[in-house]
């Protein structure tokens, strides 16, 4: 089932449990996000489902607040810290279906779409 989000989360949590270092969680996350988000859209665009006209100005909005997120250094100890509650937040969401989760926007299903 495809969601919402590239899946940022989910590779911070598996790199975490690897016992990845931070130095190399975030660029790893990133790469793997901008992947992740590129094939979804595609996805969606293949199949009629993209607005482009709505989508542009967050792209326009969330490039350079990306970038200068990304030129922000934590501290090792609050970077962790950050991580940690990012994923318990998360993890809550999914147990008890708070927000997007819970009432999906449109299924989706692979193949043929009747239209």
């Known amino acids: 089932m495809l969601t919402l989000q590239a899946g940022g989360t989910a590779f911070l949590a598996l790199m975490a ?4 270092p931070p130095s190399e969680m975030r660029p790893t996350a990133l790469l793997l996000n901008i992947i992740a988000a590129t094939y979804s859209t595609w996805l969606f665009n293949r199949g009629k489902l993209v607005d482009w006209a709505k989508l542009r100005p967050l792209l326009l909005a969330s490039l350079p607040t990306a970038l200068v997120g990304g030129f922000i250094v934590l ?10 509650a990012v994923l318990l937040v998360q993890r809550r969401s999914w147990r008890f279906g708070v927000g997007y989760m819970r009432n999906p926007i449109m299924p ?3 193949g043929k779409q009747s239209r």
């Open 17 to 20: 449990f690897a016992s990845f």
């Open 75 to 84: 501290d090792e100890s609050v970077y962790k810290a950050v991580t940690g």
């Open 108 to 110: 989706l299903r692979y």
